[in-house]
């Protein structure tokens, strides 16, 4: 089955059954302060989950796309993705489970006609105030689902809510107990028998593969009040979602979803760019990471993002980065082709369908796509050669690697557990958060790099600083020594000490040669050297800083040399122009220079 044929028995399905199709919500979100991308179907429906009166009516459906970031490190596996289409039906205060189970039922035994002896269900086992969901156990026997069939849950995998359990729910979140359906796909594959979880027994929710959730109905009656407890809503709902993609899978009895239309093309592609066979290789879970992360991308780039270091402009940087670490594992190296052919056939996936015009989009995707992997690729092998340089790479050096190199965490964290040992999240976020406090500290002109921020101006600002500091030296003399410097996105303030008192044009020949350096668009190098030899070879450095015995030096083509803990832009051509607007004496032999 393709997945145009399934998304039109969704919709027949619930037209028959007179629901109203209600448009789905943008993946990228805007303003939304809770959340950076639609990861339900259920997020745009909230109101109307909490008693406000939907003008579509009670009985909803529709196919929504989702983003889920927190499944990041589960993609790999043969059912796993960051990016999925969720086909959702909703009851808003009218049926209630009876209807749910019997309808869903229906669609996948009916419809889809899966056979009933493949097909397993969850229901909640109760816990603190939520009784054991007997009701819906009642509902699936008589629907015929045996007894063995059957598996009772607790809250870990039985409710639904956008944050998880019960205890997890923040006040007035909305959520339930649910039920499942599971595909299963037969103990012949030897699935479990090749999995790490061999061991232990086999059951639907086991994370082996042989069994794959196809459909989860939420029965979503309670709200968490501010005293903890679950409050019940004014009305029952059921909150229906299954991924497509999933029950494409099952429809077509093979368990890796990859293997399904929207996914085949797209690992065709990488299997003719890496020359590796998808199938033969050991690198199959890199390939889907790859398959993945790149739709997801693409989808957030015809939304609209652009790679950046905030927000959804991240998570795209993310997805990239971490494809391209990926690609560069399967085939040693990162052809900006591939990510472009990638790019192209997820637009012929998915052309004219909720947002996507391939012949409209493909130039801008292109374009972003080959923009952040020529920058990724600039910093990649520097990045790799200082994590090389470590025996054991801690969570401070992860850091290093995110903030000087662009490494997102679980880059790192990729490249470590190759060596067989993992980093721990909760400690590089603790260097992460350190970090922004500094950078907080920064605002208020305080911060030793000087720098307000890392926005593009400030880091163009940044660069042309270390220009500056190089031209004063060849104009005025080796005397030239930096006191300070103070860079916000409006301008750069620099105070140095002189021994002399400057001519008249000097000035004005420092901003000719910084503007020369910016012309000849030097690139921006850094390297981490031991401190002796950094200052052998005459790197500049600020005489008020303690140093370490390993410094990080930045080149600006070999022009300046300077001890610095960046950041930079890449090439000086990124500067634009510079204006001295003001000098002043602030001291004896110390002056204080404003540009912009
Ligand atoms: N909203 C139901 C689910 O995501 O499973």
Known sequence: MTHQELRTLWTSFWEKKAHKLVSPAPLVLQNDPTTLFTSSGMQPLIPYLNGEAHPLGKKLYNIQLCFRAVDIDEVGNNRHTTFFEMMGNWSLGDYFKEEQLGWIWEFFTQELKLPKEKLYVSVFEGEGEVFADHESVKIWKKLGVADDHIHFYGSDKNWWSRSGPPNKMPVGEIGGPDSEVFYDFG????????????EKECHPNCDCGRFLEIGNSVFIQYKKSANGSLTELPQKNVDYGGGLERILAAVNNDPDIFKTDVFSSIIRIIEVETGISYDKSEKKAEMRVIADHMKAAVFMIVSGVIPSNKEQGYMLRRLLRRAAIKTRSVSG??????????????????????????KEQETLVASVISNEMNKFSQSLDNGLKYFNKYEKVDEKIAFDLFQNFGFPFEVTQELVEEKGYSLDPTRFNEHYESHKNQSRT????????????????????????????????????????????????????????????????????VEQIINEKIAEKLSVECKILPKKEAEKIGALYFFKEKYGDEVKVYFVGDYSKEFCGGPHVQNTGEIGSIKITKVKKIGSNLMRIYAQ
């Not at 103990?187 to 061999?198: G, Q, R």
């Not at 190296?333 to 391939?358: C, E, H, Q, R, W």
């Not at 300070?484 to 105070?495: A, V």
Request: hydrophobic letters at 35%; charged letters at 25%; aromatic letters at 10%.
């Open 333 to 358: 190296d990162l052809p900006v082709k591939l990510f472009i052919s990638v790019g192209n056939a997820v637009l012929t996936i998915y052309d004219g369908y909720d947002g996507i015009n391939k």
């Open 187 to 198: 103990e012949d594959l030897k699935i479990h028998e090749n999995s790490p979880f061999k």
């Open 442 to 509: 920064a605002s208020a002109g305080t911060f030793k790099g000087g720098l307000a921020d890392q926005s593009e101006q400030v880091l163009k600002y940044h660069t042309a600083t270390h220009l500056l500091h190089q031209a004063l030296r060849d104009v005025l003399g080796p005397s030239v020594r930096q006191e300070g410097s103070n860079i916000t996105g409006e301008r750069l303030r620099f105070d140095f000490f002189v021994d002399k008192k400057p001519d008249t044009d000097a000035f004005k020949k």
